[in-house]
């Protein structure tokens, strides 16, 4: 399949770094101004001269949700990414974006960071984008894990085990799709009505039954929301629409990790996602609920990082400095 991305000098060009005065002072970021003039924020955690995994957050989610791989992105010698994507935190918004317009941003900002080859790892409605990068640069992605990840449309539909039932879940979509983007629309009054003390933890019992889980989830769906609800938004609609790529469309390895009581994203759309993928390593995790990469983290980095140092060998690149370690390490 022809990839997006024509090039990484094309978008080096037109994009710079700049630090970016966020919506408050306590939470300013990084940023670059892409090709077509919107800002993409991201920052950084683990460790700075460890491999690159570029961590894609939940929907929704800010850059700060990659917070949650930091200690254990120092023990992996990784070095973590995290970038919001449009409408989300300071990055803009954008316009009728698809899935698959998300990798052009992917590799203009690695570009501007000097690096040619990187792990992703997405998390819920971040891993959508993780398949849709692997699928439109994979000359550059040598790792790619999913974890509690949204499948497409013809996933839910298929939980239904009758030719009726699919029908009748396909003929009433538009009618779930108006009252999910009414709910979204909602949530930025929600989040901030309540203390993270007092926050509903239906999200995942086991992982937001901890307070300072709680406040790191709070913190992370604040920032996301600050300037509304308009990138949630339309990011919930594609989740309710066909993809632009097929889930056969993805030939690389993909870990997979999946709790069978995940609420959010129930077990089945998990197992229709391995099973559809050419090539998948699923992780089924009894007791486990939507937050599970909270404590799995390393067991994540660690099958990413992984792979990229088994395609790193193999396929003998030319790396950037941030490359060199993996490259190295394999060699």
């Given at each position: 399949m022809h990839s997006r991305y024509s090039g990484p000098l094309i978008a080096r060009k037109r994009c710079?770094?700049?630090h970016v005065k966020a919506h408050d002072?306590?939470?300013a970021a990084h940023g670059i101004t892409l090709p077509d003039g919107r800002r993409l924020c991201y920052e950084e955690y683990g460790d700075p001269g460890g491999f690159p995994v570029f961590y894609f957050h939940g929907s929704p989610?800010?850059?700060l949700e990659g917070r949650l791989a930091?200690?254990?992105?120092?023990r992996q010698h990784a070095r973590i990414i995290a970038p919001e994507r449009p409408g989300y935190g300071c990055s803009d918004f954008q316009r009728g974006r698809q899935f698959d317009d998300w990798p052009a941003d992917v590799a203009a900002l690695a570009d501007v960071l000097?690096?040619?080859q990187f792990a992703v790892v997405g998390l819920s409605g971040g891993g959508p984008h993780v398949l849709a990068c692997v699928v439109a640069i994979p000359e550059r992605v040598i790792g790619a894990a999913v974890v509690s990840s949204a499948g497409p449309v013809d996933a839910y539909h298929a939980r239904s085990k009758s030719t009726v039932g699919r029908w009748l879940r396909k003929a009433t979509m538009p009618v779930a799709r108006f009252f999910i983007k009414g709910g979204v629309r909602l949530l930025p009054w929600a989040i901030k009505r309540k203390s993270a003390k007092d926050m509903n933890t239906y999200v995942d019992k086991k992982v937001l039954g901890r307070l300072e889980e709680r406040e790191r989830f709070r913190a992370d769906v604040v920032e996301a929301?600050?300037?509304g609800a308009k990138g949630a938004v339309h990011e919930f609609d594609l989740h309710t629409r066909s993809w632009p790529f097929s889930l056969s469309d993805v030939g690389a390895m993909i870990h997979l990790w999946h709790g069978d009581a995940d609420t959010v994203v129930p077990i089945d759309i998990g197992r229709y996602v391995a099973n559809h993928l050419p090539r998948c390593q699923p992780r089924i995790l009894t007791g486990e609920g939507?937050?599970?990469i909270v404590d799995h983290i390393v067991e994540v980095l660690a099958a990413v990082t992984a792979d990229a140092r088994t395609n790193a060998r193999d396929r003998n690149p030319v790396v950037s400095k941030s490359n060199e370690a993996v490259a190295q390490s394999a060699g």
């Open positions: 710079y770094i700049a002072d306590n939470a989610g800010s850059r930091h200690e254990a992105a120092l000097g690096i040619d929301l600050r300037p939507h937050l599970l």
